[in-house]
C-alpha cells in the first residue's frame, strides 16, 4: 500500500510518535531543550530537503536514527 499525503502537516502528524519516541530518548540522556518541531525542522532542513521519493518507512527510519550531537550542532 502507498500512502500519500496531501501535506506536510499531514505527513508530521503521522510521524508524531515515532519523533515523541526520538525526544523521549533524547530527555533520558540529558538533553530536555529538543522538541518534536524543532527535531522535524532538522530532519526536513538536512536530511530530507531533497527528499523526493521517500517512504513513510524511509522518514521514520531517519526520526528513530537520528543523533542528538548532530541535531545539537545545528542549534549553532
Partial sequence: MIEEFQSEYELYRR???ALRYKIFEFSALGY????EKYLWNYLSQNTWKMGNGLTLYDIVLDILQVNVMDVL????
Avoid at 550542532?73 to 549553532?76: F, L, N
Fill in 15 to 17: 510521524v508524531l510518535p
Fill in 32 to 35: 530536555f531543550d529538543i522538541d
Fill in 73 to 76: 550542532s545545528y542549534r549553532r
